[in-house]
């Protein structure tokens, strides 16, 4: 009998759960590991972050669907890992702490044949002085509950500017290192909508601080379009939409400290600017969760197997080496640490071998470069290869993973959808393959000029909303859960 | 004064110049969409067309980021 602990819920986890589940014959244990009771689609929570969902319609509780599936659920989070098992046992171990009502607190050491560390992003909101929510002086939409706070105050600023009052909203990203600009883009394109459509526009000035040195990055060095018989770029397509909708745009900037109601900033160019603000929604770097490891001896082996950013060490070549000559098959493709190879990093929480937009720094050092994205189809997809090739190991006698998922050989996709109704929204979609631009297969632009793509239209909030029942169905592993594509 | 100076009078006030910030980006050249290219954004049959091509577009990402 083998047991699989997966560590973390969340897209790339839960996929990965719900595959071992599926492929494993029953002697075999799946154990999932995580601090929430609710799954949370986070995507959606942009809808809830403007009060067109409420946090009910994008999170549903695990223990039912983990009861059902025969999972073992733990509510509780990892706090570290024994890869050689303890002074008397070999067998590995993570210690876990609960955080279920009426056990909250309790620690137990839970043994494993197979670990997936699928942990997701902490949410460092530590990294800016004043960023965040939680004793901050801006907001987020990173969790449900986030993203309901930002609901409120945002009902709050359209009661100023229907009472004639004028308002600065400034949406971006909180710090010179962050990733997920897309979803800054996306919550910035709802919040424009929404003004416009409550015909307050003219009253709202909606400004976008970005750390991308130029609008269309995403942290993805930019997109390389074909359209109308021209080949063109993500960064005119963004600029294109900000000034048709007159937002403002900052780039290059680095959040240094946020105060109440003022933004300190730097730019690339090594200028500072004070930016006022009646709301500010600015999205927190990421890291990894703070878990720590220890061998046999109980000797610290954390930088054994976590980068020095907490993310879990994988088969990737984290040779330091510059820019020009980063490769495509840098990136990790099985997902295996290389020292302890039952175990594995998935979705945010692997170490990405290097950024993917070119690393800039201001003249003072500052370094100012978009985190590499890992979003939701590449998560999941990530987990659900993690599992098959776990589930070969078991129960076919492999002795290596079998299954590969590298993000320089799969897509991604970024639809940004506001309004209501199924005639009244608007969406601004992009398509991108591969994720990490391979010039050895497209020599021009790093990716297929065919299947990298941007369009503004009603047919991606179709699309949009078509994704978020489609994933909240297959997350709750209803009737044909598995032929549902990651 | 004329009708058109009375009713620009009475509508609420535009937002004052935004104040100049370091990194903002100036007056952009980016192509802005004709009036046709933003009707056709909401053209109910041409939007059909386009949920069909950008869902093959999908599929197709899907299958070859699938086949590993
Ligand atoms: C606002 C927003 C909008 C987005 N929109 C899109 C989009 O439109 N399209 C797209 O593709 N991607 C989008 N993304 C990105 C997408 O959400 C992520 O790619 C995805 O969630 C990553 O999956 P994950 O499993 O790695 O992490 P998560 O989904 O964050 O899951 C991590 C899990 O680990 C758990 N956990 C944390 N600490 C511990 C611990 N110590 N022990 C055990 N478990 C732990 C968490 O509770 C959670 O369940 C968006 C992200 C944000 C923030």
């Known amino acids: 009998m083998a047991r699989v602990v997966v560590l973390g819920a969340g897209i790339s986890g839960h996929t990965a759960a719900l595959h071992l589940r599926r492929k494993l ?47 073992d659920f733990r509510q509780a989070r990892a706090v570290s890992i024994r890869p050689e098992g303890t002074g008397s046992s070999g067998r590995p171990t993570v210690e876990i702490e609960y955080t279920l009502p009426g056990r909250a607190g309790e620690l137990e050491q839970v043994e494993y044949d197979y670990l997936i560390n699928a942990t997701g992003p902490k949410l460092n909101f530590a990294a800016t002085p004043g960023l965040g929510p939680d004793g901050g002086h801006s907001l987020s939409v990173c969790t449900a509950d986030h993203a309901a706070e930002t ?57 976008y601080l970005t750390n991308e040195h130029e609008l269309g990055d995403f942290g993805v060095g930019g997109m390389t379009f074909e359209q109308n018989g021209f080949v063109t770029n993500s960064q005119l397509w963004t600029e294109s939409l900000f000034r048709e909708r007159d937002v403002t745009a900052i780039v290059g900037a680095h959040v240094q400290r946020v105060e109440e109601g003022k933004i300190f900033y730097e730019t690339l160019q090594g200028e500072e600017g004070v930016l006022e603000f009646d709301f500010a929604m600015l999205l927190p770097p990421f890291k990894g969760q703070d878990l720590h490891a220890f061998d046999r001896s109980g000797q610290d082996i954390t930088d054994v197997l976590f980068a020095p950013n907490g993310f879990l060490k994988v088969d990737a070549d984290y040779t330091p080496k510059p820019y ?38 201001t003249a003072g050092g500052t370094v100012i470069t978009p985190a590499p994205p890992r979003t939701g189809m590449p998560s999941g997809l990530m987990g659900r290869q993690v599992a098959l090739s776990i589930v070969d190991m078991i129960q076919a006698g492999a002795t290596a993973p079998t299954r590969t998922a590298s993000m320089s050989s799969m897509g991604a996709a970024c639809v ?58 297959k997350a709750k592993a209803l009737p044909g859960w598995s032929l549902i594509p990651e | ?47 059909l067309y386009r949920f069909a091509r950008v869902n093959m577009r999908m599929a197709k990402m899907i299958r070859r980021s699938h086949t590993h």
Not at chain 1, 29 to 58: F, H, K, L
Not at chain 1, 330 to 354: E, K, L, Q, R
């Open chain 1, 416 to 473: 940004a959808s506001a309004g209501a109704g199924v005639f009244k929204g608007t969406a601004a979609s992009m398509t991108m393959f591969p994720v990490v631009p391979d010039r050895e297969s497209y020599p021009e632009h790093g990716r297929s000029l065919q299947d990298t793509t941007g369009e503004i239209g009603l047919a991606g909030h179709w699309v949009k909303h078509f994704l978020h029942y489609m994933f909240i169905y």
């Open chain 2, 1 to 47: 004064m004329s009708q058109n100076e009375s009713n620009r009078a009475a509508a609420p006030a535009t937002p004052a110049e935004p104040v100049a910030y370091p990194g903002e980006l100036g007056d952009s050249i980016a192509p802005a969409p004709t009036p046709g290219t933003v009707r056709m954004r909401t053209n109910v049959p041409y939007q």
């Open chain 1, 151 to 207: 609901a409120v105050r945002f009902a709050e600023v359209i009661a100023k500017l229907e009472a004639g009052e004028r308002q600065r909203l400034v949406i971006g990203v909180g710090h010179g290192m962050c990733t997920c600009e897309g979803a800054a883009f996306e919550y910035a394109f709802n919040v424009e909508h929404e003004l416009r459509t409550r015909g307050l526009r003219d009253r709202a000035e909606v400004i």
């Open chain 1, 25 to 71: 014959r029953r002697e075999h244990e799946v154990v999932v590991v995580s601090p929430n009771a609710d799954y949370n689609w986070i995507p959606s929570n942009i809808w809830v972050g403007v009060g067109r969902m409420t946090s009910q319609q994008v999170t549903f509780p695990l223990a039912p669907v983990y009861r059902r599936k025969k999972i």
């Open chain 1, 324 to 361: 020009e000559d980063w490769r495509a098959s840098d990136w990790p493709s099985t997902y295996a640490n290389p020292t302890y190879g039952n175990v594995f990093g998935v979705g945010i929480a692997f170490a990405p071998p290097h950024q993917i937009s070119r690393p800039r720094k």
